[in-house]
């Protein structure tokens, strides 16, 4: 574990952010969670295309 990397309080890039969301919607965990809560899967396409952050 890098802790210089714990104590610093700087964010990621956006497309860090971004190619984490997406190696975690191809996961297993992922494809598991939304077999279990088939809402969870509608809500995550009303969703989709949103702008939910300024």
């Avoid at 190619?19 to 191809?26: G, I, Q």
Wanted: net charge negative.
């Amino acid at each position: 574990m890098n802790f210089n990397r714990l104590n610093n309080l700087e964010m990621e890039t956006e497309d860090h952010y971004r190619e984490k969301a997406n190696v975690y919607r191809t996961s297993a965990e992922y494809g598991k969670m939304i077999s279990l809560y088939p809402i969870l899967e509608t809500s995550i396409k009303d969703c989709k295309g949103e702008i939910l952050v300024a």
